[in-house]
């Protein structure tokens, strides 16, 4: 059945008159009369008949009518179901990303978002934890991905979920190690880049070159990642990274990973202001994690110190 006729038979039936539904439709009286005749045709029933100077409906036009009604009424309701759809803004997820998280990691972990079924537009701030905690609290965000989980005796409400954790890895330019060095050996006197105090990885490593007597020159402390990446990247120096990330890092900043240091792991947290986790976009975060994860565990070796790039583990 041609809609558009359908359309110029209900004006006819509500107006009474051919003439009126022209004048409506702006449309010449021949050309909706033709219309109706077609409709006629094809429905195989006449649907008015002629009453003073106007028309009427027949007992077959009473009962199309009532159906082109209900017809009618749902094109219009879908047309407004879909325009508010249109105009109802999108959901926003709000995300703090401490600014100790490698940004490549973040990415990892964001990026299932933009592939949800119901769109979401997804709000990112970087900061210390401190700061965005305080953030949390306030409910200006929906969560917190960090390097640790929520310190203690803080007077916030909030919840931490371990989204997991990789070794640790050094990398460096290749001209700071032309042949395949010794690791850690490799590491003693030689120019070296930290992440900063606040980052929870920065004392396991000053313990772990204590444990091994190794004395690197530190050359840098670094509160963003991404910062201390450029550094090496330009050869100032050895600097440490999740051993998950590696393949990234290396292409990234054309800095080969050195060795791996099984005894440290770096953690990563998600932190959110309640307990059990509803939103979906943040359960999809979450699960994203243990998949951008899950690649290291084939490299953990118990029980040894550190793996040098020559090993096959070091360099996959």
Same mark, same amino acid.
């Given at each position: 059945?041609?809609?558009? @006729?359908? @359309?110029?038979?209900? $004006?006819?039936?509500?107006?009474?008159?051919?003439?009126?539904?022209?004048?409506?439709?702006?449309?010449?009286?021949?050309?909706?009369?033709?219309?109706?005749?077609?409709? *006629? #045709? *094809?429905?195989?029933?006449?649907? !008015? &008949?002629?009453?003073?100077?106007?028309?009427?409906?027949?007992?077959?036009?009473?009962?199309?009518?009532?159906?082109?009604?209900?017809?009618?009424?749902?094109?219009?309701?879908?047309?407004?179901?879909?325009?508010?759809? +249109? +105009?109802?803004?999108?959901?926003?997820?709000?995300?703090?990303?401490?600014?100790?998280?490698?940004?490549?990691?973040?990415?990892?972990?964001?990026?299932? %978002?933009?592939?949800?079924?119901?769109?979401?537009?997804? %709000?990112? &701030? *970087?900061?210390?934890?401190?700061?965005?905690?305080?953030?949390?609290?306030?409910?200006?965000?929906?969560?917190?991905?960090?390097?640790?989980?929520?310190?203690?005796?803080?007077?916030?409400?909030?919840?931490?979920?371990?989204?997991?954790?990789?070794?640790?890895?050094? !990398?460096?330019?290749?001209? /700071?190690?032309?042949?395949?060095?010794? !690791?850690?050996?490799? /590491?003693? #006197?030689?120019?070296?880049?930290?992440?900063?105090?606040?980052?929870?990885?920065?004392?396991?490593?000053?313990?772990?070159?204590?444990? +091994?007597?190794?004395?690197?020159?530190?050359?840098?402390?670094?509160?963003?990642?991404?910062?201390?990446?450029?550094?090496? +990247?330009?050869?100032?120096?050895?600097?440490?990274?999740?051993? %998950?990330?590696?393949? *990234?890092?290396?292409?990234?900043?054309?800095?080969?990973?050195?060795?791996? %240091?099984?005894?440290?792991?770096?953690? !990563?947290?998600?932190?959110?202001?309640?307990?059990?986790?509803?939103?979906?976009?943040?359960? $999809?975060?979450?699960?994203?994690?243990?998949?951008?994860?899950?690649?290291?565990?084939?490299?953990? @070796?118990?029980?040894?110190?550190?793996?040098?790039?020559?090993?096959?583990?070091?360099?996959?």
């Amino acid at each position: 059945m041609n809609h558009k @006729h359908l @359309h110029y038979f209900w $004006t006819v039936a509500r107006l009474g008159g051919v003439s009126r539904a022209a004048e409506q439709l702006d449309l010449t009286p021949q050309t909706i009369s033709g219309q109706l005749r077609q409709l *006629e #045709n *094809e429905l195989g029933t006449a649907l !008015f &008949r002629p009453s003073g100077r106007g028309l009427e409906l027949t007992d077959a036009g009473r009962m199309a009518l009532s159906y082109a009604d209900e017809i009618l009424h749902l094109e219009s309701e879908m047309k407004q179901a879909l325009l508010a759809r +249109q +105009q109802r803004p999108m959901p926003i997820l709000r995300i703090g990303i401490a600014d100790v998280v490698p940004k490549s990691f973040a990415y990892r972990l964001l990026a299932p %978002v933009g592939k949800l079924p119901e769109p979401v537009r997804l %709000v990112c &701030r *970087e900061g210390s934890i401190d700061m965005l905690l305080a953030e949390l609290a306030l409910h200006h965000l929906d969560m917190v991905v960090a390097d640790r989980p929520m310190p203690s005796g803080l007077a916030i409400r909030g919840h931490s979920h371990k989204l997991g954790e990789s070794a640790l890895a050094f !990398f460096a330019a290749e001209s /700071l190690c032309p042949e395949p060095p010794a !690791f850690p050996e490799c /590491l003693n #006197n030689a120019p070296l880049l930290l992440p900063g105090g606040h980052a929870a990885v920065r004392g396991l490593i000053d313990r772990w070159f204590s444990d +091994q007597r190794l004395t690197p020159r530190l050359m840098g402390e670094f509160d963003d990642g991404a910062l201390m990446k450029a550094f090496g +990247q330009a050869g100032a120096g050895f600097f440490p990274g999740p051993a %998950v990330l590696a393949d *990234e890092i290396h292409s990234r900043y054309n800095t080969p990973c050195v060795g791996r %240091v099984e005894e440290i792991h770096e953690s !990563f947290w998600a932190i959110t202001a309640e307990r059990r986790i509803s939103h979906p976009s943040i359960a $999809t975060i979450i699960d994203s994690a243990r998949t951008a994860l899950t690649p290291d565990l084939s490299h953990q @070796h118990p029980g040894t110190s550190a793996s040098p790039i020559g090993d096959p583990h070091a360099s996959k």
